[in-house]
């Protein structure tokens, strides 16, 4: 099966930037989203295609590739922004394939 | 605006079988894509598996044994049943629409169900 590796935690500073990191074999060659899940509710799609944001998602959204990485960073952070943080892609083992997700906290 | 809704019993039995319906509101359920995603209690999220209108499947090859996805475009709506669960299976299960893209290897989930509570407990 195909693996995507999150940091189970992120911290950061009021007004501050965020990256959050999705690692996979390969990832360079796949479409990787990214969703946000506050606490009790249904994740939300932040980032679609790398670096492609929805309507209505802020500009402080972004997201980015480089080898066999994928980065979400959310500039100037704000506490609205505290939430689980989770990378997609599809991959021929196993269709879907979700990051274990990270939990982004704004201090 | 398109709307999902996930229904069906809350506890299950173990050994018995999770059945669950997503009715679907604002679109019709034709020409695209849709999907079960589960997450256990304090954990990530799962795929478990996707329905194409025509009625094509694919399924999480972890759960495959045990997962039957089908699709009622009649009623715009798709069902899950996964059965011989035990409290393992015990998540909320949320069900979503695919993106438009034509490769199904660029899809993401664009709209998702509030997600139902299924425990498994006697």
């Known amino acids: 099966s195909y693996a995507l590796t999150q940091p189970l935690s992120v911290s950061v500073a009021l007004g501050q930037t965020a990256r959050i990191t999705c690692g996979g074999n390969?990832?360079?060659?796949?479409?990787v989203h990214w969703y946000q899940q506050r606490p009790g509710q249904a994740p939300v799609l932040v980032i679609f295609r790398d670096n492609n944001r929805p309507s209505g998602i802020p500009e402080r959204f972004s997201g980015s590739k480089s080898g066999n990485t994928a980065t979400l960073t959310i500039s100037r952070a704000q506490a609205g922004d505290e939430a689980d943080y989770y990378c997609?892609?599809?991959?021929?083992?196993?269709?879907?394939?979700f990051g274990g997700g990270t939990k982004l906290t704004v201090l | 605006q398109v709307q999902l809704q996930e229904s069906g019993p809350g506890l299950v039995k173990p050994s018995e079988t999770l059945s669950l319906t997503c009715t679907v509101s604002g679109v019709s359920i034709n020409h695209n894509y849709w999907s079960w995603i589960r997450q256990s209690p304090g954990k990530g999220l799962e795929w478990i598996g996707y329905?194409?209108?025509?009625?094509?499947?694919n399924y999480n090859p972890s759960l495959r044994s045990r997962v039957t996805i089908s699709v009622d475009t009649s009623n715009n709506q798709f069902s899950l049943k996964l059965n011989s669960v035990t409290a393992a299976d015990t998540a909320v299960y949320y069900c979503?629409?695919?993106?438009?893209?034509?490769?199904?290897?660029?899809?993401?989930?664009?709209?998702w169900g509030q997600g139902t509570l299924v425990t498994v407990s006697s």
């Open positions: 979503a629409r695919h993106s438009g893209e034509v490769a199904v290897a660029h899809h993401y989930f664009d709209y």
């Open positions: 390969n990832i360079g060659s796949k479409s």
């Open positions: 329905i194409y209108y025509s009625g094509s499947t």
């Open positions: 997609q892609v599809w991959d021929s083992s196993t269709s879907v394939a």
